[in-house]
């Protein structure tokens, strides 16, 4: 289906829009390995006082305070164990607010959240990438003005809405394509249309993650199990239609994956994104690339990793496309370097494609995975100081 004209450069991505909500309530939780609670006056960057640092280990998820005045609240996380870390920021029912991933050991990141309203969050450190994490209760107090009031971010927080609502549309219409080969026993299309059908969720994946057990069960990998949660989904069915065939309940595998991927595109369109949460979702969208395509651990069984490297670049072009006329009016250098980054990755990428399909990621030579890190690593760099030009000012 046609999506909204949202560029003006050429076609262009697990943290998130990172989705940085509103929230008058939430769940008020246990404690974690945090330092004893700061006064409010001096904790958020919003609210007076300096970034809130994170010191994440193997074992502790320590913040110099655990709570913030209403408005942008920066955490500067540094992985100081020996495993690669991730941070995020939880509202009621497990909600993704906003996340920072793939933190190798010695490596700092800045985290930006847009939070207008007062409420109880959770803060989570995953060592390892796994499980629930080090958890502790966050509070916001008091009330901001949101950054949408300048026109032009507005004007992109509308157009990365109609975004979203029509990729999740679109995840709805291929998945229902999907679904029904593999219930009429049709391996042959139902391979043809994997990759495709889960194009428009990779675009929009930080959105749809934001929504609970709903993202592992249409995307998690058998990995889930080890959690304690069935394996379903697409990757459920990407095996049983490359390594293991059909099985008696694929077709309601298939039957349940519709109802998820319905449901997590209707609740996507409730999402009420900030300037943070979408750049911030941008440069989340990269760092999937980066840990899951690159990598070739995504599609184990398919090898359609490059289907969804273009995925989630065209979904953080598109996040970013939103806010440009932001980005040129505060900082014209830093949009030139973008388009230029952009440019250059998606050229590289488009270098394994024939035709409309992308070659199997099991082609690739280290060579071409080399080429395509080092742009990737150059964009993100980039992207990454998007959140500091779009906040509020």
């Known amino acids: 289906m046609p999506r909204p004209a949202l560029r003006p450069a050429a076609r262009a991505v697990r943290t998130a829009v990172p989705v940085a909500l509103s929230l008058a309530a939430a769940l008020a939780l246990t404690g974690c390995a945090d330092k004893p609670t700061a006064t409010a006056g001096s904790t958020a960057a919003g609210g007076g006082g300096g970034p809130i640092t994170v ?3 193997d074992t502790a998820c320590e913040l110099s305070a655990t ?6 609240v ?4 540094t992985n100081s164990g020996s495993k690669v870390n991730e941070f995020y920021l939880y509202a009621e029912g497990d909600r993704i607010v906003s996340e920072v991933e793939n933190i190798t050991p010695g490596l700092s990141r ?14 989570s450190c995953k060592p390892g990438m796994v499980g629930d994490g080090i958890r502790g209760a966050f509070t916001v107090t008091g009330t901001a003005a949101k950054g ?3 026109s032009k971010v507005a004007k992109a927080i509308t157009d990365y809405k109609a975004f979203v609502a029509s990729e999740a549309d679109e995840f709805v219409d291929g998945t229902k394509e999907f679904v029904a080969a593999v219930k009429a026993g049709d391996v042959a299309k139902a391979k043809s249309l994997y990759a495709q059908a889960r194009h428009p969720w990779e675009a929009i994946e930080p959105v749809a993650e934001s929504f609970g057990d709903l993202d592992p069960k249409i995307d998690g990998r058998e990995d889930v199990i080890a959690d304690g949660m ?3 989904g697409y990757h459920r069915l990407e095996k049983d239609l490359w390594k293991d065939g059909l099985q008696k309940d694929s077709g309601a595998i298939a039957d349940q994956l519709l109802a998820d991927v319905t449901e997590i595109a209707a609740k996507s369109k409730t999402v009420e994104p900030t300037a943070l949460s979408i750049a911030g979702g941008a440069k989340a969208l990269l760092d999937e690339v980066a840990t899951g395509k690159i990598t070739g651990e995504e599609e184990r069984y398919s090898h359609t990793d490059l289907w969804d490297f273009d995925g989630n670049l065209e979904g953080s072009r598109q996040a970013l496309a939103v806010l440009r006329p932001v980005i040129a009016e505060r900082d014209p250098a830093l949009q030139k370097a973008l388009d230029a980054d952009f440019t250059e990755l998606s050229s590289l990428l488009a270098k394994h494609k024939t035709g409309a399909d992308y070659t199997s990621y099991t082609a690739l ?15 993100s760099e980039q992207v990454s100081k998007v959140p500091g030009v779009v906040e509020a000012k």
Do not use: Y
Not at 67 to 72: D, M, Q
Not at 74 to 77: G, I, M, R, S
């Open 148 to 150: 949408s009031a300048d």
């Open 55 to 57: 010191n994440a280990t």
């Open 74 to 77: 920066t955490f500067q996380v």
């Open 230 to 232: 069935a394996f379903t």
């Open 67 to 72: 709570t913030a005045k209403a408005g942008t």
């Open 365 to 379: 030579t280290e060579a071409d995975i080399k080429e395509l890190t080092v742009s990737l690593d150059a964009l």
């Open 110 to 123: 800045e985290l930006k959240v847009e939070i207008t309203d007062p409420g109880t969050f959770t803060t």
